[in-house]
């Protein structure tokens, strides 16, 4: 339920995508935000890159563009996200016309008649639907990649926030921030809180740092910095989002910096952040390195 398809949805029920793409050795690149009813924005993102002068469609545009193009128009929302959907619509408050009304007989549980049309239990989906709007999962994936002669790809994908305001647009798709690639000297890219990311344009920061002679971790870690420093360190703001990058040189060397070393819970139980590599061999986890340790200290 992170993103795409079955992922969750904005604030009115509509699943908004957005994706980049930028290929090294030609010095391109696509983008497309806040498209709708198409599975694989990224894809929509390449066909912007190959078959445009443009660099960024958005919103209906974007999607009549996709429809041109073959993609095929459909509903990304599965019976399990409306129905957290609609659980989230009905709990914002007790004073807006969702959920059982003042008509409700006293003393019935308003889970009985909760909607869903689905193949889970009724229990089973409400207690999923509560905890996902607990703690709303992330979902957005960077991926960069260098090949054997040193050309250097990469893509970020996402949906998004979770019930986000329709029309916003993070940093995945916003070349410079989400995603940016230098064939020259590396790629970086980022996942987390986009708002903050565009305000330090990350992975370009990134690669620039690692052009100075800066390691693919050292510049990633110069990325957090900065976003801890556009709140001056205000620890009870930071705690309050997380934010990784990841970094990959002409050479291959890769590194991650994460302002959050550690992930918390609703139990309370810490996990280590980490990302994944893969060698052209195997996929491994390495732990990214971190600003912080974590948020709940």
């Not at 990469?154 to 998004?160: D, H, L, M, R, V």
């Not at 302002?259 to 060698?279: H, I, M, P, T």
Request: glycine letters at 12%; aromatic letters at 8%.
């Amino acid at each position: 339920m992170s993103v795409g398809y079955g992922g969750l949805p904005n604030e009115e029920g509509d699943v908004e995508l957005d994706a980049s793409v930028m290929h090294g050795p030609t010095k391109r690149a696509g983008a497309v935000a806040s498209i709708r009813y198409i599975k694989n924005p990224s894809k929509v993102a390449k066909i912007v890159m190959e078959r445009t002068d443009h660099l960024l469609l958005v919103g209906e545009g974007a999607l009549r563009f996709a429809l041109a193009h073959g993609f095929k128009k459909e509903d990304l929302l599965t019976e399990e996200s409306r129905a957290v959907w609609l659980k989230w619509k009905e709990t914002m408050s007790d004073k807006d016309g969702w959920g059982p009304g003042l008509t409700a007989p006293d003393g019935v549980d308003p889970n009985q008649s909760f909607f869903y049309d689905g193949p889970m239990k009724r229990e089973e989906i409400i207690a999923l639907a509560d905890r996902i709007i607990a703690h709303p999962p992330t979902g957005t994936i960077n991926c960069i990649a260098v090949n054997e002669r040193g050309d250097i790809s990469g893509t970020t994908t996402t949906s998004g926030l979770a019930f986000k305001i329709p029309g916003r647009v993070g940093d995945s798709p916003i070349i410079g921030a989400g995603l940016f690639v230098d064939n020259e000297v590396g790629a970086a890219g980022s996942t987390g809180r986009g708002e903050e990311n565009i305000k330090i344009n990350g992975a370009h920061t990134i690669v620039e740092m690692m052009r100075r002679g800066m390691s693919p971790t050292d510049a990633c870690l110069e990325a957090c910095k900065r976003v801890s420093n556009s709140y001056n360190g205000n620890m009870k703001k930071l705690r309050t989002f997380s934010i990784n990058f990841y970094a990959l040189n002409k050479s291959g060397e890769y590194g991650g910096g994460a302002l959050w070393g550690y992930s918390v819970n609703k139990k309370g139980e810490r996990k280590r952040v980490q990302y994944a590599v893969n060698d052209g061999v195997d996929n491994k986890l390495h732990d990214i390195a971190y600003l912080y340790e974590s948020p709940d200290k």
